[in-house]
Protein backbone atom coordinates (compact mmCIF):
# COMPACT_ATOMS: atom_id res chain seq x y z
CA UNK A 1 0.00 0.00 0.00
CA UNK A 2 1.42 3.20 -0.71
CA UNK A 3 0.09 6.32 1.17
CA UNK A 4 0.33 9.48 -1.20
CA UNK A 5 1.16 12.66 1.44
CA UNK A 6 -0.54 16.13 0.93
CA UNK A 7 2.33 17.88 2.77
CA UNK A 8 0.42 21.00 3.38
CA UNK A 9 -2.82 21.49 5.39
CA UNK A 10 -4.20 24.17 2.84
CA UNK A 11 -7.70 23.64 1.73
CA UNK A 12 -8.04 23.36 -2.05
CA UNK A 13 -4.31 23.42 -2.81
CA UNK A 14 -2.50 22.41 -5.67
CA UNK A 15 -0.29 20.37 -3.91
CA UNK A 16 -3.96 18.53 -3.19
CA UNK A 17 -4.30 18.67 -6.76
CA UNK A 18 -1.05 17.21 -7.76
CA UNK A 19 -1.86 14.29 -5.06
CA UNK A 20 -4.83 13.34 -6.74
CA UNK A 21 -2.75 13.00 -9.77
CA UNK A 22 -0.67 10.68 -8.99
CA UNK A 23 -4.00 8.79 -7.45
CA UNK A 24 -4.63 8.76 -10.84
CA UNK A 25 -1.70 7.48 -12.35
CA UNK A 26 -1.53 4.80 -9.41
CA UNK A 27 -4.66 3.75 -10.23
CA UNK A 28 -4.52 3.41 -13.54
CA UNK A 29 -1.59 0.78 -12.87
CA UNK A 30 -3.91 -1.07 -10.35
CA UNK A 31 -1.51 0.00 -7.44
CA UNK A 32 -3.37 -0.06 -4.12
CA UNK A 33 -2.56 3.71 -2.25
CA UNK A 34 -4.47 6.24 -0.57
CA UNK A 35 -4.44 9.66 -0.01
CA UNK A 36 -3.72 11.37 3.47
CA UNK A 37 -4.19 15.22 3.11
CA UNK A 38 -2.88 16.98 6.14
CA UNK A 39 -5.93 18.92 6.07
CA UNK A 40 -7.57 16.12 7.87
CA UNK A 41 -5.74 15.76 10.66
CA UNK A 42 -7.24 16.96 13.77
CA UNK A 43 -6.84 20.78 14.80
CA UNK A 44 -5.10 20.22 17.93
CA UNK A 45 -2.96 17.61 16.92
CA UNK A 46 0.13 19.54 17.45
CA UNK A 47 -0.02 19.83 21.47
CA UNK A 48 -2.03 16.64 22.21
CA UNK A 49 0.37 14.32 20.72
CA UNK A 50 3.63 14.56 22.17
CA UNK A 51 4.94 12.63 25.55
CA UNK A 52 3.87 9.34 24.91
CA UNK A 53 0.09 10.50 24.36
CA UNK A 54 -1.92 10.77 22.00
CA UNK A 55 -5.44 11.45 21.04
CA UNK A 56 -8.15 8.74 19.37
CA UNK A 57 -8.59 11.33 16.25
CA UNK A 58 -4.50 10.94 15.58
CA UNK A 59 -4.20 7.69 16.41
CA UNK A 60 -6.63 6.20 13.83
CA UNK A 61 -5.04 8.58 11.29
CA UNK A 62 -1.39 7.28 12.08
CA UNK A 63 -2.10 3.35 11.67
CA UNK A 64 -4.17 3.94 8.57
CA UNK A 65 -2.18 6.21 6.74
CA UNK A 66 1.49 5.33 8.42
CA UNK A 67 1.52 2.23 9.12
CA UNK A 68 -0.10 0.37 6.97
CA UNK A 69 1.61 1.88 4.17
CA UNK A 70 4.70 -0.20 2.36
CA UNK A 71 5.82 3.21 0.66
CA UNK A 72 5.00 6.67 0.63
CA UNK A 73 4.69 9.70 -2.15
CA UNK A 74 5.47 12.72 -0.77
CA UNK A 75 4.41 15.87 -2.53
CA UNK A 76 5.65 19.25 -0.79
CA UNK A 77 4.43 22.18 -1.66
CA UNK A 78 7.73 25.01 -1.24
CA UNK A 79 7.07 27.38 2.21
CA UNK A 80 9.62 29.54 2.84
CA UNK A 81 12.56 27.77 0.79
CA UNK A 82 11.76 24.49 2.70
CA UNK A 83 8.57 22.14 3.33
CA UNK A 84 5.55 23.07 5.32
CA UNK A 85 5.94 23.08 9.43
CA UNK A 86 2.43 21.39 9.52
CA UNK A 87 4.75 18.65 8.43
CA UNK A 88 7.25 18.79 10.57
CA UNK A 89 5.13 18.56 12.89
CA UNK A 90 3.31 16.00 12.16
CA UNK A 91 6.27 14.01 11.53
CA UNK A 92 7.63 15.17 15.22
CA UNK A 93 4.09 13.74 16.63
CA UNK A 94 5.04 10.17 14.84
CA UNK A 95 8.86 9.96 15.24
CA UNK A 96 10.43 7.32 12.78
CA UNK A 97 7.78 4.56 13.85
CA UNK A 98 5.94 3.80 11.12
CA UNK A 99 8.40 5.39 8.95
CA UNK A 100 11.63 3.62 9.11
CA UNK A 101 13.25 1.43 6.36
CA UNK A 102 9.71 2.28 4.04
CA UNK A 103 10.32 3.75 0.86
CA UNK A 104 9.84 7.49 -0.33
CA UNK A 105 9.37 9.33 -3.20
CA UNK A 106 9.69 13.02 -2.91
CA UNK A 107 7.41 15.49 -5.39
CA UNK A 108 8.30 19.23 -5.26
CA UNK A 109 5.43 21.61 -6.04
CA UNK A 110 5.86 25.55 -6.45
CA UNK A 111 5.16 28.71 -8.19
CA UNK A 112 9.12 29.28 -8.67
CA UNK A 113 10.90 28.29 -10.78
CA UNK A 114 12.96 25.62 -9.21
CA UNK A 115 10.07 23.01 -7.82
CA UNK A 116 11.12 23.16 -4.26
CA UNK A 117 14.45 21.65 -4.73
CA UNK A 118 15.64 23.22 -1.82
CA UNK A 119 12.89 21.41 0.21
CA UNK A 120 13.06 18.24 -1.48
CA UNK A 121 16.98 18.28 -0.26
CA UNK A 122 15.86 19.01 3.54
CA UNK A 123 13.01 16.30 3.13
CA UNK A 124 15.66 14.25 1.94
CA UNK A 125 17.46 14.82 5.28
CA UNK A 126 14.64 14.17 7.24
CA UNK A 127 13.59 10.64 6.00
CA UNK A 128 17.18 9.43 6.43
CA UNK A 129 17.33 10.68 9.55
CA UNK A 130 14.29 8.70 10.02
CA UNK A 131 16.13 5.77 8.54
CA UNK A 132 13.86 5.62 5.63
CA UNK A 133 14.82 5.53 1.65
CA UNK A 134 14.31 7.89 -0.73
CA UNK A 135 14.32 7.28 -4.26
CA UNK A 136 16.74 8.76 -5.91
CA UNK A 137 14.43 10.58 -9.25
CA UNK A 138 12.54 13.58 -7.08
CA UNK A 139 9.94 15.41 -9.53
CA UNK A 140 10.01 19.21 -8.87
CA UNK A 141 7.18 21.08 -10.31
CA UNK A 142 7.66 24.31 -10.96
CA UNK A 143 5.64 27.02 -12.40
CA UNK A 144 2.64 24.65 -11.31
CA UNK A 145 0.36 27.50 -11.51
CA UNK A 146 0.93 27.61 -15.53
CA UNK A 147 0.72 23.86 -15.90
CA UNK A 148 -2.81 23.14 -15.16
CA UNK A 149 -5.95 24.74 -17.95
CA UNK A 150 -9.39 26.51 -17.48
CA UNK A 151 -10.77 23.35 -16.70
CA UNK A 152 -8.37 22.83 -13.77
CA UNK A 153 -6.36 19.90 -15.09
CA UNK A 154 -3.11 19.46 -15.80
CA UNK A 155 -2.31 19.10 -19.37
CA UNK A 156 1.41 19.27 -19.65
CA UNK A 157 2.92 16.43 -21.48
CA UNK A 158 6.12 17.04 -20.47
CA UNK A 159 5.37 17.20 -16.32
CA UNK A 160 2.48 13.99 -17.42
CA UNK A 161 5.63 12.06 -18.36
CA UNK A 162 7.59 13.47 -15.49
CA UNK A 163 5.13 11.62 -12.83
CA UNK A 164 4.67 8.62 -14.92
CA UNK A 165 8.80 8.00 -15.49
CA UNK A 166 9.24 8.64 -11.58
CA UNK A 167 6.15 6.71 -10.83
CA UNK A 168 7.25 3.66 -12.76
CA UNK A 169 10.89 3.79 -11.52
CA UNK A 170 9.99 4.02 -7.93
CA UNK A 171 7.74 1.09 -8.25
CA UNK A 172 10.33 -1.17 -8.99
CA UNK A 173 12.90 0.78 -6.56
Do not use: W
Not at 8 to 14: E, F, H, Q
Not at 112 to 134: I, K, P, T
Request: glycine share 6%; hydrophobic share 40%; aromatic share 10%.
Amino acid sequence: MITIISATNRLGSITYKVAMLYSEVLSKMDVKHQIFDLSHLPNDFIFSNFDDTSTDDFVKHFDKYIIKADRFIVISPEYHGSYPGIFKAFIDCIGNEGIKEKKVALVGVSSGRAGNLRGLDHLSALFHHLRAEVYSSKSKLSLIHKLFNEQDVLDDSDTLKLIQNQINGFLTF
